[in-house]
């Protein structure tokens, strides 16, 4: 009988690792650099930095270049090839574990699936999606949202250097992949929005990420770091498909969002 860590289950030789866990962790609740995740974890860069090229190894963590600071990168946890390692682990310890026989675990999602959908009462949340010019990647961030929760979790959707008007494609992505329309949407400042409460504050900008009010003293934010997909010298062409694929990235990371908006506490009455 083998004994040795190469008879484990992917997932749970690197997420077994004590330090491996916390910083999976901390990449749960949003993009993270290396120096945020050296005083989370309170551990040396050169032990941070060792660590997450294993996960990035092995497929769980990846890694952008920041827009703001090149020379920066922002780690983020792939949920998606969680839940498939995660799946995986359980059908290695018993065949009865692997999710298309187990009753329990059939909400795993398959690799390219989106996550079960949570429950549809929710609770009174205000969710602000934030970037710099608020015509693409917060836009479509509201409006999936929006869509996703029926309307019953207040969005909206704001830039530190508004357009002049919504970007086409992601009007066309909008409307053609996801069936929502937002061509008679403006693009705001995040300046008009000063003075409101939000319970969530999600940044989808690395540059907006660091000019962004507080928005109140229990406002949980998250970061995730989205490349700009109408970054200057693309073609029509090249932008519509960027637009695709960011637009697809939100809506995973919003499905993944959907639990634990629907399990956060009303913060008032």
Known sequence: MASSDQALPAFVRLAGHALRWRLLTELAAGDLRVR???TLVEAPQ?????????????????????????RDSYYRLDLDRCAQALAGAGAA????????????????????????EPPLRWPRLSVLFACTGNSARSPIAEALLHHHTAGRVTV????SRPAARMHPHAVRVLREQYGIGIADRRPRHLDTLRGHRFDYVITLCDKVREVCPEFGEHVRRIHWSTPDPAAAGRSEQDVHAALVRAAADIDTRIRYLLPV???TPEAHS
Do not use: F, K
């Open 156 to 159: 909206t959707s704001a830039g």
């Open 46 to 70: 050169n032990l941070v930095s060792y660590h997450l090229r294993l996960l990035r190894d092995g497929g769980l963590v990846t890694a952008t270049r920041s827009s703001r600071d090149g």
């Open 36 to 38: 945020e995740l050296m």
């Open 93 to 116: 310890l018993h065949p009865a574990l692997h999710p298309a026989l187990h009753p329990a675990l059939r909400g795993v999602p398959e690799p390219a699936s989106p996550p079960p």
């Open 261 to 263: 908006l629907a399990h």
